[in-house]
């Protein structure tokens, strides 16, 4: 499983979907994700009890359809759910601290430009996301958009690294992201907000 759970990456939390998230997983399971990422940020996301209701009932949909759980960025919520790994950003806890306490967990981490990679203790991870790829509206807070060429410089200084794109990818520019020698793709509003989930999900 090096690198193959990455290839159509669902990153979600209950502000992205236009109506319930279990249904928006429940179509994405079905149109063949390989990865989900429980992301609950932003204005309006749910906090507290609200946040690990939902976090259980999606952990439990994609541990019955054996896909990987992934939390985004909270090692509180990591554990509470009992996820299958947590992805991280330069800024959240370090890499170091997450993999001395839970050895056997999947671990992502965010890189944006070549001084972050170089920064970055790679061998510790599991899997690089590299991004944005291209222009986004889904996160306000976007590092400058850097490219597909960026997942060709991360593959040729890394070769063994899984490497997942993330940042505006849709069925109209994602082959470019795996033609650059990403192992997948990790799309948030494609998926979130499609009429056809199952339909652009085939077409990633």
């Not at 990422?37 to 749910?46: S, V």
């Not at 990679?117 to 976007?142: E, I, N, R, W």
């Not at 109209?172 to 339909?199: L, M, Q, Y």
Request: hydrophobic share 40%.
């Amino acid at each position: 499983m090096k690198g193959e759970y990455l290839r159509k990456y669902l990153v979600m939390g209950s502000r992205n979907c236009d109506y319930d998230p279990l249904l928006v997983l429940d179509k994405a399971i079905l149109g063949g994700i390989t990865c989900f990422q429980y992301r609950e940020k932003g204005e309006g996301a749910l906090k507290g009890e609200a946040m690990y209701s939902l976090g259980h009932k999606l952990r439990r949909k994609c541990a019955e359809a054996d896909i990987p759980f992934i939390v985004n960025d909270d090692v509180e919520l990591f554990g509470a759910l009992n996820a299958d790994g947590i992805h991280v950003g330069q800024s959240d806890q370090s890499v170091e601290e997450i993999r001395a306490k839970y050895p056997n967990t999947i671990i992502g981490l965010s890189v944006s430009n070549r001084k972050e990679l170089d920064q970055s203790p790679v061998q510790l991870v599991d899997y690089l996301g590299a991004g944005p790829m291209f222009a986004t509206t889904t996160k306000k807070d976007t590092k400058e958009v850097i490219g597909p060429e960026w997942v060709k410089e991360v593959k040729h200084l890394y070769p063994d690294v899984p490497v997942v794109g993330i940042g505006g990818i849709g069925p109209e520019n994602s082959e470019r992201v795996i033609k650059a020698g990403a192992d997948g793709v990790a799309v948030i509003s494609a998926i979130t907000k499609a009429k056809d989930i199952s339909a652009v999900i085939k077409s990633l």
